[in-house]
C-alpha cells in the first residue's frame, strides 16, 4: 500500500482540519465566512492578532513566567490563585516543546506523506519525574465558557496524542471575566483521554476526505503551493 509516495512535500496543522469541519458543519448563514477563513489559511496570508489572541498570548507567557519563577507580570500580577493552580498542574514540564512526525495518506490511488509539526504550550514526555506516563496540556483563554466539547470535539489532541504516542490530554480553559478585562474568573479543565491507533485511523480517514474536498473546490493548488510551499511547476 505504501509503496509509491508522492514526491509532494505536504504539511497539516489541526487548526486547518478544524477549519474545514467547522465549513462543512455550520450553518447556511456562516459559509461564506468560514469559506475565507479557510482560503485566508491556505494561501498564508498575513495573520492579524486581534485583541482576544493578544490577551490569550499573555496569559500562556505569564503562565509559563510564574511556573519557572514563581512571579507574576502584569496584568496579572494580583491574581496569584488561578497561577498557582496551574503550577500544581504544570510543574516539572517542558513548555513550547515542538514535536514532529508524519502520517501518510491514501487519497485517489496516490500516497501522501504529510508532515505534522506541532508545538505543545505543556509537555511531560514519557518518563518524566513527575508523570511518567507522559501527559499534554494545552493552554486556551475564553470570554464564555460554554462547555468541554468545543475542545474535545476539535483535532489537536488527536495530532499531538498521535505525534508524541502519550494518551492523557488536558486542555486548561482560562475564562475572562469580561471580554475587556484581563482578570481570570474560572480556570476548567478538560480532559481527552485518546489511543494512538484510533488517533490514527481517525486522521487518515478525515485528510483524506480532506483533500478529496479541496480537489473539488479546486483549492488543491493553493494547499500544496502556498500553504505547503512547494515550487511551482
Not at 468545543?150 to 475572562?176: N, P
Request: with cysteine; aromatic share 14%; net charge neutral.
Amino acid at each position: 500500500m505504501w509503496n509509491s509516495v508522492s514526491p509532494l512535500s505536504l504539511k497539516l496543522s489541526p487548526t486547518l482540519l478544524d477549519a474545514y469541519d467547522f465549513y462543512r458543519n455550520c450553518p447556511q448563514s456562516w459559509k461564506e465566512r468560514a469559506w475565507e477563513g479557510i482560503v485566508s489559511k491556505l494561501k498564508a496570508e498575513p495573520f492579524v492578532e486581534t485583541e482576544a489572541i493578544r490577551k490569550g498570548h499573555a496569559f500562556e507567557d505569564a503562565a509559563e513566567h510564574y511556573c519557572k519563577t514563581g512571579n507574576l507580570p502584569l496584568p496579572f500580577n494580583e491574581q496569584p490563585e488561578p497561577f498557582a493552580k496551574l503550577f500544581e498542574a504544570c510543574e516539572g514540564a517542558e513548555w513550547q516543546r515542538w514535536v514532529r512526525g508524519a502520517i501518510k495518506v491514501l487519497h485517489a490511488d496516490e500516497v501522501y506523506q504529510v508532515r505534522l509539526n506541532n508545538k505543545l504550550d505543556v509537555y511531560f514526555p514519557k518518563g518524566s519525574v513527575y508523570k511518567p506516563a507522559g501527559h499534554i496540556i494545552d493552554l486556551k483563554t475564553t470570554g464564555h465558557y460554554r462547555g468541554a466539547s468545543k475542545y474535545q470535539s476539535g483535532w489537536q489532541h488527536v495530532f499531538y496524542c498521535y505525534v508524541t504516542g502519550i494518551t492523557t490530554f488536558d486542555y486548561i480553559v482560562a475564562e475572562w471575566e469580561a471580554d475587556d478585562s484581563c482578570t481570570i474568573k474560572a480556570l476548567h479543565r478538560v480532559p481527552c483521554q485518546t489511543d494512538v491507533e484510533v488517533c490514527e485511523r481517525e486522521m487518515r480517514n478525515s485528510i483524506a476526505g480532506f483533500f478529496a474536498w479541496l480537489k473539488g473546490a479546486k483549492l488543491w493548488d493553493a494547499y500544496v503551493y502556498d500553504y505547503c510551499k512547494n515550487p511551482r511547476p
